[in-house]
């Protein structure tokens, strides 16, 4: 499991990561009319094995270490670079993910691309495997850094608090209505409760009664909010509302029973089951309603020993 | 099986997180209603469903989905699109409907998941 998750986080920054990310941006280049044997110095000292042949500043051409043993075997060193760099160039776009690079590797077997700026139509850089390689290297430890502080710091939270009671509370805004950020406050708690180290499984019950509670709050009330109390030996998650309230909750308790408008249903909610998912979830539930006022539902995990 | 095996089998596109396809499914689940899901739909399962709204990708995140498969050649919008691919959750589309991707993922060895 590890090792897959491993590779696919490689696989996701290959289309995360841009190609001018990762190329290098100081190029060594030629100029057309340079002669072929002034080559080998450039490739010794720089310690490469071709480069783009840049006139003023467009890039013309690439010219590598074999044309240059060509034209050694041939006799020709103080023919110009022009006539024996290859024309029909293959570039990358600067704005193009790394995974398009990779495939034009393998495809083409060159050992590098010029990378052009797509506006400009400039040399902006080179890009090489072994670029490729560096910098998903950096990406992936910046990464990992970054989520082994987050999760220090979160999972020593209670630690380092002193007090006689410590409770974290975290409040999410939930506008009614709002179908295109429904489900947000359960995803940011389900991430943010990973971080601080709760138990898979506590957290994906607390994420499963937060999101539908939260859907209860878009389907029926104007606003509400959602706010969850965590204490060091449970979780707490009251969803409270000003909407129109419960007439019969034993009746919405039954699995199947929704009052939800059908255009809402057509979307796939209002299937009558997020109650009971919360009471599922939940170790205890508590709801209380009023026609006309609001509701205000609880429902508490524990943590398992 | 991998996701990519049965995005390669059953020939869908991939519209999201086309990085995560080395995932391993774990089973199947096929609902289009999203508390349905919410409840029955196992870990690391791959849900077959007709609805394109944002919402299926906070149940995927919240379930822990393997990925989305999209019936009945119906297209995702972009706010659908973009949403998965910041959650990581894939999406594939297919021209088939529901029964048929069932069945041929069945055949590929999947099976239902039932959990809570």
Redesign the interface.
Known sequence: ?GK?RG???V??????LKVGEVMTREVITARPDCPVGELRELFRVNKISGTPVVDGENLVGIISIEDFIKCLAGGEMDCSVEKKMTRKLEVLYADEPV?HAINKFERYGFGRFPVVDRKTGQLAGILSKGDIIRGLLNKLEIDYREEEIHRYRASHIFEDILADKTVITLRYNVLGGD??R???S??TL?KTLTRLGFAPQVV?RV??AT??AE?NIVVFAEKGEMVSHIYPEYIQIQAKDKGPGIEDIEQAMQPGFSTAPEWVRE???G????L??IQ??ADEMVLKSKVGKGTDLQATFHFPD | MKLEEAVRELKMEVRSAAGNLSREVSGGYASDLLSDVMAHAGKDCLWVTVQLHQNIVAVAVVKELAGVVIVNGREPDSETLSRAEKEGVPILVTSLPTFEVVGRLYQLGLRGTASC
């Open positions: 499991m897959d590779i696919g986080r696989q996701e920054l290959t289309y995360e995974v179908f295109d429904a489900g947000i359960a995803s389900k994906r994420a499963i999101y539908e859907m979307l796939g909610f299937a009558g089951m997020g009971c998912n599922k979830s």
